[in-house]
């Protein structure tokens, strides 16, 4: 089986702009899970997406937003960038049942000039 | 905040097994316990999990106590491609992952 891929890997962005992230689980999978890496914070939750309905939300404000679509594919996006968004944003596939089991991309390296 | 607590760091010696520890005396009777490591920028890649029996697959063995408080992850004859940061998590069905700092490991020649 193929893993989670995101695109783009590495992404340049001045403040203010907004960007856009893909995630394409793993076949099968319906649970998207997203996470923001940054070495002062660590690894944080962001949101999940199960059946393109949003599951879970974690503490981040409201410029960053996500869906999924109907063949589990999803984006997330962060609007009206600042410096401290730069960071690892990861991505992860599970089936989203009782055994929770995720399985996580190679991320996405934003860097926010 | 993260239900599990693990050492900041630990060493071991190529070849050896590596013993890695984790706290979870808060866990509830239907938490799993996952276990990631994490190579330098790379995505965190899962290990083995499980709910109160002991776990073995390819990579590693999992021993959770009888009371489930804690758990020791066994890498058991570890190489230097095992350096990693190893997260321990608690987590139940619809619930996300709460990543604590982890436990860097360091696999010595």
């Known amino acids: 089986k193929a893993g989670v891929t995101q695109t783009p890997r590495y992404l340049i962005k001045t403040r203010g702009q907004q960007v856009t992230l893909s995630c394409s689980p793993i076949?099968?999978?319906?649970?998207v899970s997203w996470y923001q890496q940054t070495p002062g914070q660590g690894l944080q939750f962001l949101f999940e997406?199960?059946?393109?309905?949003?599951?879970n939300k974690g503490n981040f404000p409201g410029r960053f937003s996500g869906r999924q679509f109907s063949n589990s594919r999803s984006e997330m996006n962060v609007s009206t960038l600042e410096l401290g968004d730069s960071a690892l944003y990861l991505c992860?596939?599970?089936?989203?049942?009782?055994?929770?089991?995720?399985?996580f991309g190679p991320g996405t390296r934003l860097t926010v000039l | 905040d993260a239900k599990t607590t693990q050492p900041t760091s630990m060493d071991c010696a190529e070849g050896r097994a590596a013993n890695l520890p984790c706290n979870h005396s808060?866990?509830?009777?239907?938490?799993?316990v996952y276990w990631y490591r994490q190579i330098h920028s790379q995505g965190p890649q899962y290990i083995i999990h499980g709910l109160k029996n002991n776990e073995t697959n390819e990579m590693a063995s999992l021993i959770i106590t009888e009371d489930r408080k804690s758990s020791t992850l066994i890498l058991p004859h570890a190489t230097l491609r095992d350096t990693a940061v190893y997260y321990c998590?608690?987590?139940?069905?619809?619930?996300?992952?709460?990543f604590g700092p982890g436990t860097r490991l360091s696999v010595l020649p």
């Open positions: 808060t866990i509830s009777g239907n938490e799993y």
């Open positions: 992860a596939s599970g089936y989203g049942g009782l055994d929770n089991e995720q399985f």
């Open positions: 998590i608690a987590n139940n069905y619809g619930q996300n992952f709460v």
């Open positions: 997406y199960f059946s393109e309905t949003q599951r």
């Open positions: 076949s099968g999978h319906r649970s």
